[in-house]
T-cell receptor
Framework: GENVEQHPSTLSVQEGDSAVIKCTYS??????FPWYKQELGKRPQLIID?????GEKKDQRIAVTLNKTAKHFSLHITETQPEDSAVYFC?????????FGQGTRLTINP | DVKVTQSSRYLVKRTGEKVFLECVQD?????MFWYRQDPGLGLRLIYF???????EKGDIPEGYSVSREKKERFSLILESASTNQTSMYLC????????????FGPGTRLTVT
């Protein structure tokens, strides 16, 4: 089955700097790669996703890149702000079934 | 606006008890999921359901069962609760077909003593 590895487990950056979180997956048949953000005490919410027929997708300060050959994908957050502090989860899967990474706790320092 | 609700935010049960966790979604979603969330392990899929009365095992189904008698409701059952089932349990739903976004409930923090 699918296996997703996420790094780093914790990340601390200065406000205004960029943050990058990386994930690798094992199943070459996976075709859907979402990223979820979970603020403290709240439910995970989708922030961006990408499908296997696209190499990059951007939404304002957030971008995701996908390298199918190497089986890895990354989340890029630019111009970080205090409200970006949260736990971020990547996931990979086919259709409805997703396998999640272990999560990255991102802290934005003022 | 999609709404996924779970019956309890916090639950404390004793070892050996039968535990029911309920999840309800109001958007006519076809798919429903149960995950458990543990620090350092991310979200792990316990069971999911593509349709009423249909269920499939996820990655960690041992010690759990599920029931989906109505489209909007998906129940997770711990037949005989054990201390290693102490965790945060998250329910999610998704529309199905070409829309894969999963909408999560607020979670139930279960403590088994």
């Amino acid at each position: 089955g699918e296996n997703v590895e996420q790094h780093p487990s914790t990340l601390s950056v200065q406000e205004g700097d960029s943050a990058v979180i990386k994930c690798t997956y094992s199943d070459s048949a996976s075709n859907y790669f979402p990223w979820y953000k979970q603020e403290l005490g709240k439910r995970p919410q989708l922030i961006i996703d990408i499908r296997s027929n696209v190499g990059e997708k951007k939404d304002q300060r957030i971008a995701v890149t996908l390298n199918k050959t190497a089986k890895h994908f990354s989340l890029h957050i630019t111009e970080t702000q205090p409200e970006d502090s949260a736990v971020y989860f990547c996931a990979a899967g086919r259709a409805q079934k997703l396998v999640f990474g272990q999560g990255t706790r991102l802290t934005i320092n003022p | 606006d999609v709404k996924v609700t779970q019956s309890s935010r916090y639950l404390v049960k004793r070892t050996g008890e039968k535990v029911f966790l309920e999840c309800v979604q109001d958007m006519d979603h076809e798919n429903m999921f149960w995950y458990r969330q543990d620090p350092g392990l991310g979200l792990r899929l316990i069971y999911f359901s593509y349709d009423v009365k249909m269920k499939e095992k996820g990655d960690i189904p041992e010690g759990y069962s599920v029931s989906r008698e109505k489209k909007e409701r998906f129940s997770l059952i711990l037949e005989s609760a054990s201390t290693n089932q102490t965790s945060m349990y998250l329910c999610a739903s998704s529309y199905g077909r070409s829309s894969y976004e999963q909408y999560f409930g607020p979670g139930t923090r279960l403590t088994v003593t």
